[in-house]
């Protein structure tokens, strides 16, 4: 039996827990819920200068689409791209961000790895144990980070969907990091201060398989492939896992983030520490330690690279 859409009665193209709809009503509505979150958690303020931190994968691209669309008349949209350097993977992405940001007149930064530590990912996954989203999450969110402050940028804007943050919450749970958990939901739970650009998650209450079609819908041309070394590591379990609870039960990774959001009203702010960050003695961002763990990594692989041979740091 043909499904049909909640709203209008034809024919739906998707159903999800964020309805049943047909294509016109789920473009709607995908609009409508970020807008909605971004009003609701007081994301973005008039005049502000909001840097998508855009992969050129679907999600990011979507979400530059949808800010450029509904926020450029009273705030500054720019694109920055942290290039990882990872074969066949990312030169592709890079391309198509290229792409969409001439497209639709989009200023755009591309920040690298090889740039920052001497080193691509490729050959950093060849001389670091354990598995390479580790060592690549830090150096990530750091170039933003570093990128958005250069750029003057106010707010950074990731396209972290519905099942990301829900795979973040289960896995700082499973690994009893109760703080990092504190730190979830759709602003950065790291208060403002200097050296740090605060970050919002417009998609948090959109699912992957929303973002995908709404892309291509939309006609927004992207890499659907992920990274090689994705799915590697404890990360990758819980992904798989939690993709087989929501076919089993619908809703369950909304549920997920909305006891994570319940659960941070009766602890937050309270329960997390009020000192603010030391700086990095290197680089001067906020870091906890005396070298932040980027400069530190950038540190080893200096040394790897300097004795001239792969090894394991
Ligand atoms: S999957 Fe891992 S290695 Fe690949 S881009 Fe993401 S964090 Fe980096
Ligand atoms: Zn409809
Ligand atoms: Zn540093």
Not at 52 to 63: C, I, P, W
Not at 86 to 97: F, L
Not at 117 to 122: K, P
Not at 173 to 187: C, E, S
Request: charged share 25%; with cysteine; hydrophobic share 35%.
């Amino acid at each position: 039996m043909n499904m049909l859409c909640e709203i209008c009665g034809d024919r739906a193209i998707i159903s999800v827990s964020n309805g049943t709809l047909c294509k016109e009503h789920f473009v709607e509505k995908i609009e409508s819920i970020t807008i909605e979150t971004i009003n609701e958690y007081g994301m973005i303020r008039p005049g502000e200068t909001v840097a998508v931190a855009n992969s050129g994968g679907k999600d990011s691209l979507s979400l530059l689409y949808i800010l450029s669309k509904n926020f450029r008349k009273n705030n500054n949209i720019i694109s920055i791209t942290i290039d990882e350097g990872i074969a066949g993977y990312r030169d592709k992405t890079i391309e198509i961000m290229k792409r969409f940001c001439n497209r639709w007149r989009v200023p755009y930064f591309v920040y690298s790895y090889k740039d920052f530590s001497g080193s691509d990912m490729d050959s950093i996954k060849k001389v670091r144990k354990g598995i390479p989203c580790s060592t690549c999450g830090v150096l990530r969110r750091y170039l933003l980070n570093k990128a958005a402050m250069e750029r003057n940028a106010d707010k950074v804007a990731t396209a972290h969907n519905m099942d990301d943050e829900a795979e973040n919450v289960i896995m700082n749970l499973l690994q009893n990091d109760f703080d990092k958990f504190l730190r979830l939901g759709p602003v950065s739970g790291l208060k403002e201060r200097s050296g740090f650009v605060p970050r919002i998650k417009p998609f948090i209450f959109i699912s992957e398989k929303e973002t995908m079609l709404y892309s291509i819908i939309n006609g927004i041309d992207a890499v659907h492939t992920p990274c090689p070394y994705a799915g590697m590591g404890f990360r990758g379990v819980v992904s798989r896992k939690i993709k087989e609870m929501e076919s089993a039960k619908m809703g369950t990774k909304m549920n997920v983030i909305q006891k994570m959001l319940m659960m941070k009203q009766r602890y937050s702010p309270d329960y997390l520490p009020k000192k603010d960050m030391e700086k990095c003695s290197v680089c001067g961002y906020p870091s906890s330690q005396n070298v932040c763990e980027a400069c530190a990594i950038r540190q080893s692989l200096a040394t790897s690279n300097n004795r001239g041979r792969l090894t394991n740091i």
